[in-house]
């Protein structure tokens, strides 16, 4: 069945850092694909997302690329900031009607 | 918009008692879910609607838990009897639609936090 599955954490790094969160999916046909954030305290938020083979999706500074080849979607970003401290998902819409959701990734930015 | 709502944001109850949680979806949108997040099992899938029905309530842990639709607008989500191990944090969420490959994304609510003693 479809899946995702992103790297553990917790990952920490000192601010203007380079951040790489790893997401690789396992599905049939063609998924559409998302990464969300949640700050402490709240809700997951939509961070950005592609809905087909190579296309970026980019917001905040963050990017991702849906790479088909290599079936992944990592989350990157070029300067963290101590405001990007949260947890990040990385989630699915295959062929069920409901998104299957990574395990979360939690990132702490520290000065 | 104001988004999905969510009430209450906190929940204190004695172990037994009767719990409610609620949820107004965004205006429009046709498909509502329920989620449980707790460290060990992370986020969970509980029960979805779409056009007000139950379509998939087989993540509901027991059924001590249930879960309505009345309208398009609201939604509820009920412990009877409540016990120590259902203390989470639970999320509503709503969708324009869904179905196989949707590029529509899911908006959370802030979550009822739980806390059963």
């Known amino acids: 069945g479809d899946s995702v599955t992103q790297m553990e954490g917790p990952v920490t790094l000192s601010e203007e850092a380079f951040l790489t969160i790893n997401c690789t999916y396992t599905a049939t046909g063609y998924p559409s694909l998302f990464w969300y954030v949640q700050y402490p305290g709240e809700g997951l938020q939509l961070l950005l997302k592609a809905t087909k083979a190579d296309d970026k999706g980019s917001n905040k500074g963050f990017e991702a690329t849906y790479r088909k080849e290599t079936t992944s979607f990592h989350l990157e970003k070029g300067s963290v900031q101590v405001s990007d401290s949260a947890v990040y998902f990385c989630?699915?819409?295959?062929?069920?009607?409901?998104?299957?959701f990574g395990t979360g990734t939690s990132l702490t930015v520290i000065p | 918009d104001a988004g999905v709502i969510q009430s209450p944001r906190h929940e204190v109850t004695e172990m037994g008692q009767e719990v409610t949680l609620r949820c107004k979806p965004i205006?429009?949108?046709?498909?509502l879910f329920w989620y449980r997040q707790t460290m060990m099992r992370g986020l969970e899938l509980l029960i979805y609607?779409?056009?007000?029905?139950?379509?998939?309530d087989s993540g509901m842990p027991e059924d001590r838990f249930s879960a309505k639709m009345p309208n398009a607008s609201f939604s509820t989500l009920k412990i009877q009897p409540s016990e120590p191990r259902d203390s989470a944090v639970y999320f509503c969420a709503s969708s324009p639609r869904t179905g196989s490959y949707s590029n529509y994304g899911y908006t959370f609510g802030s979550g009822t936090r739980l806390t059963v003693v």
């Open positions: 205006s429009g949108h046709n498909s």
């Open positions: 609607f779409n056009n007000n029905v139950p379509i998939d």
């Open positions: 989630a699915l819409s295959g062929t069920g009607n409901q998104f299957y």
